[in-house]
């Protein structure tokens, strides 16, 4: 059965489930459009299919702006859409790795079938990734073979025949070959899994590559115009606002790690704008160079006492996406000040694979063995 948000306390117990470090299960947030009475999918059938492994919560539209005050509009979910919130989630988490389903207010029976059963595979795999047979979940070929032990020891203390602890002992071999079998049989759904995987990844990593080739060509078009990309962006206001604002304006261009994100929502310095205008010059010129070849070495000054420079002593080694990833470069402005309200740095790296600036920390100074 789908939880049924009532309530604003029924939506904020929600946000604290969502967010909760301990949650293990993925939820499935079925928000409902304005002027609509209900989900565009069959949220029931969806609760019965994800039975033990998801959880589908149903939030009406007047509840949702409780989600996207405490989430960040990024992370909600509204106007009729669904959201897998995957465990991990945290209110400055990537919001992509969250996916997010858009569903059209006539979608067709088999529209909304294709979406039921993403959503069901996504859950799945999310459990078979989790739950570890034998740890997190009792294997049945455990419970059997322990209950043979158990029988067979019976018969044993009990002074039964040979013959019925020969019988016993049979039962029990041909239970370890029947496990034997299905063992097999599981090694090869587990190759297929990964075949299949391995083929939706590299599906995706085209759809990556075609999109950011999209990217420069729109961009490529808008300058031979005259014109610069960025030109009518509106800068945030306040610190709040800007991994959101990085999120909108800046996608496939230039990422906030989840480090920096968090570190955005308490920054001290007190110029997110100064900090935002950093981040276009490295969406623009510096990624530009990059991707026409360049070593990315561009030593030089970006605004008024505003330079691009390498870290030195400071560099330090960062963890992204399964590997250490060195920082040499960063964006500071002058005086040498350390006053946390003054002083400015933004350390980033490029990411070959995904061309993408990526913000390892900012916006204060990094405390490494050379400082």
Known sequence: MPWFITSQADAEDLVGELTSPSRSMPYLVCSIAEGESAPRLDVRLLAKAALGIA???????????????QLGKPRSVYNGAVRAYMPGFSQDANPYAHRLFFIEPAADD??????????????ANESLRRLRLGDDVVAFSAVRESSLDFERQRLKQAGSSEAEQLKAAQIQVD?????????????????????RADEEAQNYQQQLRAAQFRIQQLLAQIKERGDEP??????????????????????????????????????????????????????????????????????????????????????????????????????????????????????????????????????????????
């Open 175 to 195: 239970a370890l070959k029947d496990d034997l079998e299905r063992s097999k049989a599981e090694t090869e759904q587990w190759l297929s899994e990964y075949e």
């Open 55 to 69: 959880r589908v919560v149903v939030v009406p539209p007047a509840h949702t702006w409780v989600l996207t005050e």
């Open 230 to 371: 960025d030109s009518a962006v509106q800068l945030p206001e306040s610190w709040d606002t800007f991994a959101d604002w990085c999120d909108e304006i800046l996608s496939g261009r230039v990422m906030l790690s989840s480090r920096a994100r968090r570190e955005t929502k308490s920054a001290d310095f007190d110029d997110p704008q100064t900090a935002a205008r950093c981040l276009l010059w490295l969406a623009n010129e510096y990624r530009d160079s990059r991707m026409n070849g360049a070593a990315g070495d561009l030593r030089k000054p970006i605004a008024d006492s505003i330079h691009n420079e390498r870290c030195g002593a400071d560099t330090f080694d960062f963890a992204w996406s399964g590997r250490q990833v060195p920082v040499e470069w960063h964006i500071k402005n002058g005086g040498n000040t350390r006053d946390p309200r003054r002083c400015l740095r933004i350390y980033y790296f490029w990411d070959e694979e995904s061309q993408v600036v990526v913000i390892a920390t900012m916006p204060a100074h990094v405390r490494t063995g050379a400082t």
């Open 110 to 123: 088999e529209r909304a079938r294709s979406t039921l059963t993403t959503l069901r595979w996504l859950v």
